[in-house]
């Protein structure tokens, strides 16, 4: 097992374009997780997935952001009309029903100009 | 609701100090408390966690203990070394060992510099 993937590693968009990180679980993980991290500041709570459901959304997720997990393995999140205030590194952390901790992603740094 | 306060960095010690950082938590329900790490250019890393009132968690010379009393979860290390330089970050999960459907709410990170 490779850990959990996230793709790119880096992006950089200008304000108004869409965008969409990739986030590969490790594959016996049912629960997936997306964070934001801005400099200086620790990860914040983005939206949780228990398989392929979306369970759980911070109010951080405004309605240009949008995750999804088909069939329960990778999930995406996507970000449409960004704003230079989207700049951050995105992580993405699985887990097996919370036992063991959780496991994280090296995080897409989105730069947004 | 949730939050995690830890000590204000950056803390630059020279190598063979002992290291403290400070981390204190609220929390709706009982939590799961948890040391990361993150190098540089990485993700956050699991140092070490505890889940319940007086465990000790260690790793790698590391360690903290629950104290559920003055709601800390203070990390320490007796002698540092370079290659610890990184970001700490304390967090808190509700929900279990740390499987919280909100998932984990984390400090603001404190960046370690440790000289030769």
């Known amino acids: 097992d490779t850990g959990v993937s996230q793709n790119p590693r880096h992006k950089i968009t200008k304000r108004g374009q869409n965008v969409t990180f990739r986030c590969d679980p490790i594959?016996?993980?049912?629960?997936l997780y997306w964070y934001r991290q801005t400099l200086g500041q620790g990860p914040e709570f983005l939206t949780y997935?228990?398989?392929?459901?979306?369970?759980?959304k911070s109010r951080l997720l405004s309605d240009r952001f949008s995750a999804e997990r088909p069939k329960g393995s990778f999930s995406t999140l996507e970000i449409q009309r960004t704003e230079q205030g989207d700049s951050a590194m995105y992580l993405c952390a699985s887990s097996l029903d919370g036992f063991g901790g959780y496991t994280f992603g090296s995080g897409t740094r989105l730069t947004v100009v | 609701g949730n939050s995690v306060t830890q000590m204000e960095g950056p803390v630059t010690l020279s190598e063979e100090a002992f290291l403290t950082i400070n981390c204190t938590y609220t929390?709706?329900?009982?939590?799961?408390l948890f040391w990361y790490v993150q190098y540089p250019g990485e993700g956050l890393q699991l140092l070490l966690k505890a889940t319940k009132a007086d465990d000790k968690g260690s790793n790698k010379g590391f360690e903290a203990t629950y104290r559920k009393e003055t709601t800390s979860f203070h990390l320490e290390k007796g002698s540092v070394q370079v290659s610890d330089s990184a970001v700490y970050f304390c967090a808190l999960s509700v929900g279990g060992s740390g499987g919280g459907a909100d998932g984990l709410t984390f400090g603001k990170g404190t960046h370690l510099i440790i000289q030769p």
């Open positions: 929390a709706t329900g009982y939590p799961s």
């Open positions: 594959s016996e993980h049912n629960r």
């Open positions: 997935f228990q398989n392929e459901a979306q369970l759980e």
